[in-house]
């Protein structure tokens, strides 16, 4: 998990964010949330992206978003699958 908060902090610089970082990487894991980083550092560098904490947070946003209901369909599933 430092790896990744260190790598974020150098490209955001926004530290108030320190507990959604690490929510973050805890619940999508390091790897997936360093693919976003490395994203949003190349369009940084491209110039494509302004603000990359504000990006950072959407990519992150997402994943979460599709984490959460990827949860609730295996939830669903074990619950359908035991009344059946």
Not at 39 to 68: F, I, W
Request: aromatic share 8%.
């Amino acid at each position: 998990m430092e790896y990744a908060l260190e790598k974020i902090l150098d490209l955001t610089n926004d530290h108030k964010s320190l507990p959604f970082w690490k929510m973050a990487i805890k619940k999508l894991g390091q790897n997936s949330v360093l693919e976003e980083v490395s994203e949003t550092d190349y369009l940084t560098r491209k110039g494509s992206v302004k603000n990359p904490a504000k990006y950072l947070t959407s990519l992150l946003n997402k994943n979460l978003k599709n984490y959460r209901n990827k949860k609730l369909r295996i939830k669903l599933k074990l619950i359908l699958k035991r009344h059946n």
